[in-house]
């Protein structure tokens, strides 16, 4: 499956905190758990049609799709290593960008850091 992905900075929140979260960013996040990684778990979730209206990159791409699914992935800023975060999290965003046209690589629609209170 090849889906439009969102990816969500994880502050050790909880699935259920994770997924009010998504809602007011206009995703449902299913909790079925598609893929892991060293410092992320990535979820199927799927597109608001609010979201899908005000958004028309994420439109293009759905419409192309035929549905409304998204994959959502939360990188868990708390484990990853600080030289991950600096170095290795901003490449790996610029390769999926770079490559978002290929019908199985998921694209990057939105980036949400956690709130910081200075």
Do not use: W
């Amino acid at each position: 499956m090849s889906a439009t992905g969102t990816r969500v900075k994880d502050s050790g929140k909880s699935l259920h905190e994770r997924t009010i979260e998504c809602r007011e960013n206009g995703y449902l996040l299913s909790g079925k758990k598609i893929g892991t990684g060293a410092f992320s778990k990535v979820y199927l979730g799927y597109a608001t049609p609010n979201k899908i209206s005000k958004n028309y990159k994420l439109a293009n791409d759905l419409r192309s799709k035929n549905h409304n699914m998204v994959a959502i992935k939360i990188i868990s800023i708390n484990e990853a290593p600080l030289e991950y975060s600096k170095k290795f999290l901003h490449r790996e965003i610029y390769a999926l960008n770079a490559t978002y046209r290929h019908p199985g690589v998921v694209s990057v629609v939105r980036v949400q850091t956690p709130n910081t209170s200075d």
